[in-house]
């Protein structure tokens, strides 16, 4: 059976997350660079024999296995009868975030604080400043920044429980609501009154988030809403429907937080 270089991309993908391995974890073990495995599982790299007997190696199966039609089916329903419960515990830990309700206000205090002064960031403009915070640090560390769940909704990707977090952050004279006009329409702010803690962000979580504010902060309500529409992760999300964070692996340029072009990697 010949497979294509997207077929085989979506082989290894899929063996790791069987296995319960991060990206960061089997590129280390296969000694290539993590930006390298993601090219390889997209399907947009070649895998050299080298590369493929350490992956066969690592992930346990040979080579023969890998090149049969019914490989992702073996290797899944052998997975399920050796330990169906830690499959559940793998796929929960992928894919479900958990939302840590205090750091996610830390850092909204923070992206509000940083973009005191300009009017254009209501609404719509601070939840996708919050999305591509979220999805850029999954992206770059494999870890959740704040454990917020998105929707696919028509405007672009959207937080779920905000309303709940900005009465609580209300209650608690953190923020304060105002109603506004801007350009002629309806809009909705939030004031900072108090000022993040900065102690409780690390460096790299920091950096993330002031990127993605020098970026993008100065844009219009409708600007930033196209560009997230074209951004992976919203593409392959169906409408209504939770945005995976996993998604952010197949993103590409601009939207991709590596640049993956400029990365070395490491042999």
């Not at 979506?10 to 590129?27: D, N, V, Y």
Request: hydrophobic share 35%; charged share 30%; aromatic share 10%.
């Amino acid at each position: 059976m010949t497979l294509s270089e997207k077929e085989i991309g979506q082989r290894i993908a899929r063996l790791r997350k069987i296995k319960g391995l991060s990206q960061e974890e089997l590129s280390g073990k296969i000694g290539i660079s993590r930006p390298s495995l993601t090219q390889l599982e997209q399907g947009n790299r070649k895998l050299d024999i080298m590369e493929l007997q350490a992956l066969a190696h690592t992930l346990e199966f040979s080579l023969d296995e890998f090149m049969s039609a019914d490989f992702l089916a073996d290797q899944e329903q052998s997975y399920v009868n050796n330990d169906a419960k830690r499959e559940e515990e793998v796929e929960e830990r992928i894919s479900i975030p958990t939302l840590q309700v205090p750091k996610f206000k830390n850092i909204l205090l923070y992206i509000l604080e940083s973009c005191a002064g300009k009017p254009n960031v209501g609404e719509t403009v601070l939840y996708k400043l919050l999305y591509f915070s979220d999805f850029n640090h999954y992206e770059l560390y494999e870890e959740h920044l704040t454990g917020a769940t998105y929707r696919k909704l028509p405007f672009g990707p959207v937080p779920q429980k905000l309303d709940a977090i900005f009465q609580q952050m209300m209650d608690e004279k953190l923020l304060q609501r105002i109603k506004t006009i801007y350009h002629g329409y309806p809009q909705t702010r939030y004031l900072p009154l108090e000022k993040a803690r900065l102690t409780e962000l690390k460096a790299s979580e920091k950096e993330v988030i002031d990127r993605v504010i020098d970026q993008m902060s100065d844009w219009s309500a409708s600007s930033i809403s196209e560009y997230s529409h074209k951004d992976m992760p919203w593409l392959a999300s169906k409408d209504g429907e939770v945005i995976d964070y996993e998604l952010a692996f197949y993103r590409e340029t601009p939207y991709s937080a590596r640049n993956y072009g400029m990365e070395m990697e490491e042999r």
